[in-house]
């Protein structure tokens, strides 16, 4: 089993610039990759950005825009994403998401961050 806690959500301004980090435990050695995806009201959950967990750190797929940044921390088993520029459209709530080497899904969630855009 792997857990996952996310942190450093809230309401910030529009143009502002926000840090969600994901602190993952349990068998962190099995992750292949970590990602964050992103849940606004009333609608589906959009993918973000992903990194795999070892080796190349470079994200694998492309990010919902240009303004997020994923860096990852081994030691520290965390993953950090980084927003810039926000907008009213980026209200929502963020998950972070852990897959494993032997599976072909992400089947590990942290909670939710709420992260609130103010004009």
């Known amino acids: 089993q792997v857990q996952l806690v996310e942190s450093g959500g809230g309401q910030v301004q529009a143009g502002g610039s926000l840090r969600l980090s994901c602190a993952a435990s349990?068998?962190?050695?099995?992750?292949?990759?970590m990602g964050w995806f992103r849940q606004a009201s009333g609608k589906g959950r959009e993918f973000v950005k992903a990194?795999?967990?070892?080796?190349?750190?470079?994200s694998y797929a492309e990010s919902v825009s240009g303004r997020f940044t994923l860096s990852r921390d081994n030691a520290k088993n965390t993953a950090t994403l980084q927003i810039t520029n926000l907008t009213l459209e980026d209200t929502a709530v963020y998950f972070c998401?852990?897959?494993?080497?032997?599976?072909?899904?992400?089947?590990?969630w942290g909670q939710g961050s709420q992260v609130t855009v103010s004009a």
């Open positions: 990194i795999r967990w070892s080796g190349d750190s470079a």
């Open positions: 349990g068998r962190t050695s099995d992750i292949y990759a």
């Open positions: 998401a852990a897959r494993l080497i032997s599976d072909d899904a992400w089947y590990y």
